[in-house]
């Protein structure tokens, strides 16, 4: 009797093992990447959607994201979340994202130049490989500004004061080799001045410098400058039109400086290798959101010039941009070899 009951327990436990085994066997693996993405977008998304901005809150980008942000469920479906990873100039975020693993819940904001400079004179985590774009929604013209007790009423006051104090000047920017910094080169090598670039952490660092007397000039978005246009005077604008918000202020090629164009071009990405029909159909929604009126009405208040591109645009565009960045930071010497 005894050697029967043994019998059946162990009949029980085995038949009990297996059941686990097959259980287990019938659940999908987790990627090594990270999160398992959707493998089609039919059932995408069900949750809130986290965005990562590498920038300090307030600062422009993150002002304009979260704008973003409050008109994305009618379109997404459900929440965008904004996570701010700033340092470095953006380099601190895009190097989480890109080891974050392939998640099509944790999109980034992609801002050109940056994210084709930074690793060409950097050592980064991230390149533009890292990217796969759903969309851009704004062109920002790059701009040279003062505070408003600053002596320099324009930028030939600049230029001619750079001339006479060789490495005196001081320009702050928000990072290292982001479109402000290639403009400040951009400015030297068409001058043929030398100034004293002093990076900061964000462009409210920028700002506060500025106002603080620690720099002479900031260089940043036009933006930036649109927001705080009471406390500075703009000297010019590396857009090739003049800006709407600040229609008396010339551009770099009206005072005779050909080429000088630079913008921060923003926009939304996925990881590179999340499936396509996801990424399309976040690209279909944010273009859908960046036509919305009530959107397009906060935006133009707040000094957002809209500019859409959808991702598929961006991609076919990126070669050439690459060749004219590259070509660029290898004429100042800048290119990492």
């Not at 287990?24 to 993405?37: K, L, N, T």
């Not at 290292?176 to 400040?184: N, R, S, T």
């Not at 976040?282 to 036509?291: G, H, N, P, S, T």
């Amino acid at each position: 009797m005894k050697r029967k009951l043994k019998n059946s327990c162990a009949l029980i436990f085995a038949l009990l093992l297996l059941s686990m085994l097959f259980s287990a066997c019938g659940q999908p693996a987790s990627s090594p990447e990270g999160p398992a993405a959707p493998t089609s977008a039919s059932d995408y998304p069900t949750k809130p959607v986290r965005v990562m901005t590498p920038f300090d809150p307030g600062a422009a980008s993150d002002m304009q994201l979260r704008i973003i942000s409050k008109y994305a469920k009618p379109h997404l479906g459900v929440e965008l979340v904004v996570e701010n990873v700033p340092g470095a100039g953006g380099q601190v975020g895009w190097n989480q994202f890109s080891t974050a693993g392939i998640d099509s819940y944790y999109i980034s904001c992609m801002f050109l130049p940056h994210v084709i400079v930074m690793p060409l004179v950097n050592d980064t985590e991230f390149s533009i490989d890292t990217f796969d774009p759903i969309a851009l929604w704004n062109t920002d013209p790059s701009a040279i500004a003062v505070a408003n007790d600053s002596p320099y009423q324009s930028l030939q006051d600049l230029i001619d004061d750079a001339k006479s104090r060789p490495g005196e000047i001081t320009i702050g920017s928000g990072g290292v080799y982001g479109a402000h910094h290639l403009l400040i080169m951009a400015i030297e090598a068409a001058a043929g001045v030398t100034v004293t670039h002093l990076p900061q952490a964000s462009m409210n660092g920028v700002l506060s410098a500025m106002y603080g007397g620690h720099v002479d000039v900031g260089s940043g978005n036009t933006t930036d400058f649109y927001q705080n246009k009471d406390n500075v005077r703009v000297l010019a604008v590396a857009g090739k039109e003049r800006s709407p918000f600040f229609p008396d202020v010339p551009t770099f090629e009206e005072l005779g400086y050909e080429g000088i164009v630079l913008s921060v071009d923003r926009g939304l990405a996925v990881r590179k290798g999340t499936p396509e029909d996801v990424r399309q159909k976040l690209e279909d929604d944010f273009m859908a959101l960046f036509a919305d009126p009530d959107f397009v009405a906060e935006a133009e208040q707040a000094g957002i010039v809209l500019t859409p591109m959808r991702g598929a645009e961006l991609q076919a565009e990126l070669p050439e941009r690459i060749d004219f960045l590259v070509n660029l930071l290898r004429e100042t010497g800048a290119l990492k070899e």
